[in-house]
T-cell receptor
Framework: EAQVTQNPRYLITVTGKKLTVTCSQN?????MSWYRQDPGLGLRQIYY???????DKGDVPEGYKVSRKEKRNFPLILESPSPNQTSLYFC???????????FGPGTRLLVL | DQQVKQNSPSLSVQEGRISILNCDYT??????FLWYKKYPAEGPTFLIS?????DKNEDGRFTVFLNKSAKHLSLHIVPSQPGDSAVYFC???????????FGIGTKLQVIP
């Protein structure tokens, strides 16, 4: 089954404790992206990647890092989480830029 | 600065009637537009898209209209069904650029 998986689905952590949210897709997609969804702000793009080792900032990259060492994986790293990063995070992938994106189920993060 | 605006946070429609969801954009460079649907506790799923070379695209009960001069697009759902109750996101992008900009979403409730 074609899918995008994210782990963990729920995470509670404390300020400053590094964490990684994993994202994996099994569709051999070139393009992957991370979004956060906040009330009244919709979906905002954090980072995207157009291929292995090629990543770029979206609209809200501050406080986040990403890597794309393999085509299928695109982890989101919070080196020093802060409460304002409490949000619902979605990973997405598509075959190419501009094509339909397939979203993962979301990761709900609470930073205390 | 919200480049993609969905000014109606919510909409209620009777089953069988037409649902019209609206989206305005400010960036005249946008040339590809998409609608995504999102159920609670799930990631967004692609619904329908339209390129700026068209003014209408239809897929079953769903039709998207694009008015480039007004920088406005709308999603029509006819007839509306209770299963259409979800949050609908409008998204836009520019060919050659990998960023995708989403609106804040409109919550549609279809009343049986």
């Amino acid at each position: 089954e074609a899918q995008v998986t994210q782990n963990p689905r729920y995470l509670i952590t404390v300020t400053g404790k590094k964490l990684t949210v994993t994202c994996s897709q099994n569709m051999n997609h070139e393009y992957m992206s991370w979004y956060r969804q906040d009330p009244g702000l919709g979906l905002r793009q954090i980072y995207y990647s157009v291929n292995v080792e090629v990543t770029d900032k979206g609209d809200v990259p501050e406080g986040y890092k990403v890597s794309r060492k393999e085509k299928r994986n695109f982890p989101l790293i919070l080196e020093s989480p802060s409460p304002n990063q409490t949000s619902l995070y979605f990973c997405a992938s598509s075959l190419n830029w501009g094509e339909t994106q397939y979203f993962g189920p979301g990761t709900r993060l609470l930073v205390l | 600065d919200q480049q993609v605006k969905q000014n109606s946070p919510s909409l209620s429609v009777q089953e069988g009637r037409i649902s019209i969801l609206n989206c305005d954009y400010t960036n005249s460079m946008f040339d590809y537009f998409l609608w995504y649907k999102k159920y609670p506790a799930e990631g967004p799923t692609f619904l329908i898209s339209i390129s700026s070379i068209k003014d209408k695209n239809e897929d079953g009960r769903f039709t998207v209209f694009l008015n480039k001069s007004a920088k406005h697009l709308s999603l029509h759902i006819v007839p509306s069904q209770p299963g259409d109750s979800a949050v609908y996101f409008c998204a836009a992008s520019v060919e050659g650029y990998q960023k995708v900009t989403f609106g804040i979403g409109t919550k549609l409730q279809v009343i049986p």
